[in-house]
């Protein structure tokens, strides 16, 4: 058996979440011997994908009868491979499931969400192929406490003072940059501490003039980074003393959890958190409100509020790259046994 793993971002980015989730499935597979491939001319028997951008491979693996497996709602910071649109205004958030990823889905074999929320989410929004939910699984050893030399990794790119705590957020940069205030509202309070947001932006020069105008007004603690190499930002979450998520745009998955795995502290806004993904009050402090997760930062910082970073990592700590792998060997295999006919070779 021999799989193909593939998500081939137009611009590539390890830091986001495809590519790191990608990163994980290969991790996971390689420790239950299953071979993998990220060739498409390679020969292989089983495909699993990422991103919906990918609907062309799933049409020509229909001509192969190869069974096709996709991790969608895992990555949902990356916009490349991300299957929900949002539209947010005073009437609240309405998250729906984009017309191309719904066709996509309805095409393979087999489709993976972190929860059993995304199982109701995708079948409401009409995918009628089976769906099962398989946690992802995280690398721990990406995050060595023992490791001072990665933690200084993250002062010296910045040139940053390390006995300020630090905060960070990673998503992409909305348009309107809605949901930005509570990051912000969190810096102006605490005014002695580093706050980092990474994010990609889309292409649009319209886009890129508001958001420099946009930047050129934050606090002189605020920081809006694009691109970082991977042990930078792998630096960042050992240090940060709160993982945030201040928007309202769903979170990703795979951010959350390696957050998890970092020990920090998690604040999360509860309309960007799909439910299953952290539990409020024993994984995660959560506030719907912009004013409730900037004081909860605050109150954060100051050691005012209980920290939830010993429960997150237990939880975490179970999620192996072993687990992960033998889940997908028996899906795999699963699938392989059931697709009658020739595979691509």
Request: glycine share 4%.
């Amino acid at each position: 058996m021999k799989a193909l793993v593939y998500f081939q971002p137009k611009k590539a980015n390890n830091i986001f979440e495809g590519a790191r989730l990608r990163k994980s499935i290969k991790g996971a597979l390689e420790m239950v011997d299953v071979e993998h491939t990220s060739n498409v001319l390679d020969t292989y028997n089983i495909i699993h994908l990422i991103s919906p951008n990918d609907e062309k491979l799933v049409d020509e693996a229909k001509e192969y009868h190869c069974p096709v497996v996709v991790s969608a709602l895992y990555t949902e910071d990356d916009p490349e491979a991300s299957y929900i649109d949002e539209t947010i205004n005073n009437k609240g958030k309405t998250s729906t499931l984009k017309p191309k990823a719904l066709k996509f889905l309805n095409k393979v074999d087999l489709v993976l969400v972190p929860s059993e929320a995304n199982v109701d989410f995708l079948k409401n929004s009409g995918v009628t192929t089976p769906i099962k939910v398989v946690k992802p699984g995280v690398n721990m050893s990406r995050f060595d406490f023992s490791r001072e030399d990665e933690k200084e990794i993250f002062f010296r790119y910045f040139r940053e003072d390390k006995n300020k705590k630090l905060v960070f957020a990673i998503g992409e940069y909305d348009p309107n940059m809605t949901g930005i205030n509570s990051f912000l509202n969190a810096a102006k309070k605490c005014p002695n501490h580093l706050f980092y947001y990474f994010g990609q932006i889309k292409k649009s020069t319209a886009l890129n003039f508001r958001f420099k105008k946009f930047v050129n007004t934050t606090p002189k603690n605020v920081h809006f980074i694009s691109d970082v190499p991977d042990d930078v930002y792998r630096s960042a979450m050992l240090n940060a003393s709160v993982f945030m998520v201040p928007g309202y745009r769903n979170a990703g998955v795979m951010s959350i959890y390696e957050a998890m795995a970092a020990k920090c502290q998690i604040i999360a806004r509860k309309s960007a958190v799909f439910k299953g993904i952290i539990d409020e009050g024993v994984t995660a402090q959560v506030g719907e409100f912009s004013e409730t997760l900037s004081s909860l930062v605050k109150d954060c910082l100051e050691n005012r509020i209980k920290p939830t970073t010993v429960k997150a990592y237990e939880v975490v700590s179970q999620m192996t790259l072993t687990k992960f792998g033998n889940e997908l060997k028996d899906i795999y295999m699963d699938l392989i046994s059931n697709m009658k006919g020739d595979y691509h070779d």
